[in-house]
């Protein structure tokens, strides 16, 4: 019986839920540790991004003969020639835009209202019931529980924002030190290990590396295509606001299948307000880019390596942003990738980790 794969599993269940149990109980312990954790997890967060995005380009220039250090050197130019281009080109537009939807955030609200009020005469011919009297009342009372929150909280924003700009500036350091020493990463972790436990380490590491590099790099590339399709569509119905809604839909898009429908409402709401076609083109041209990422763009750019069943899309982010925020919706998606590669390595190295264990004690024979 000790043998059987589901005794054996059983007891790592067991083992695991008991570890879990006891970790609970001395968590105090553990809090300088977690302290460590959160305050550099944004900065090596972001830097991994940037480290995934910009490693193809030092991979080209070190095939072709480049030394690290001209490699380190080009990759920093180009994302400063990118932040200039931004700076002079795209920034003060989306700024302008920003500042001019603020001003007429009076003006969209009594648009907002004019149509709830022409709606609410309309209701009798509804083919449905409709309370809108307290779907608006709902909604006022939702917003001005915000702002209150919001005024309340003011001193823990701007400590919290104070807080963020610090850890950013740790980003560029975390990124030089992955730009330089990146192949020392998996031989250190590696290195206390032999046999097959340590194949199954490279073999889990390798898998973990191929899953981000295919997550962050296609899903970046993606949201960028993506962002460009909708600015030029936006552009040529003539929507208000199209470079701000089209870079707010580049963001949006990085959490895959829920993040595009997210990026809708706004330009929706904004269309409708503008002129009520203008909401079928917009609903047009959302739909076109969709097909055309989830038909063409993401099948060539990102292959089948993350293939997900939109049902399980769905499931992990509502999960991780109840948990965790919208931080928790952007890192959902990438770290069930991670857990399903190490699960997938776990399953295919079961007996010789089983092995492994068993062998690592000698029980001595009993006299009874």
Known sequence: MLNKIWFQSGVALIMTLIIIYMTVKVQYIFVPFFQII???????LLAGVLFYITIPIQEYLERH??????????????????IAVLSISVIPVITEQVQNLITRGPLIQREIQSFMNTVITQRDRLPFEVNLDEITNQVFETGSTMFSSVV?????????TVSIVISLILVPFFFIFMLKDHEKFVPTITRPFTGRFKLFLLDTIKDIDKTLRAFIQGQMLVSFILCI??????????LDYAL?????ALFMNVVPFVGPWVAFLPAAILALIQDPIMFIWVSLITLAAQQIESNIITPNVMGQQLALHPLTVITIVLAAGNIAGFLGILIAIPTYAVIKSI??????YRRDL???????????KQKY
């Open 38 to 44: 959160a305050t550099i997890f944004v900065p090596v």
């Open 65 to 82: 003969s480049a030394p690290r250090w001209l490699s380190m050197t080009s990759v920093f130019l180009i994302i400063v020639i990118v």
């Open 152 to 160: 309340a909280n003011a001193f823990k924003i701007i400590m919290s």
């Open 229 to 238: 399709i909708l600015f030029i569509g936006y552009q040529i119905i003539g």
């Open 244 to 248: 701000l809604l089209a870079v707010f």
């Open 343 to 348: 699960v997938q390595n776990i399953w295919r």
């Open 354 to 364: 089983s092995q492994t264990l068993i062998s690592d004690v000698k029980v001595p």
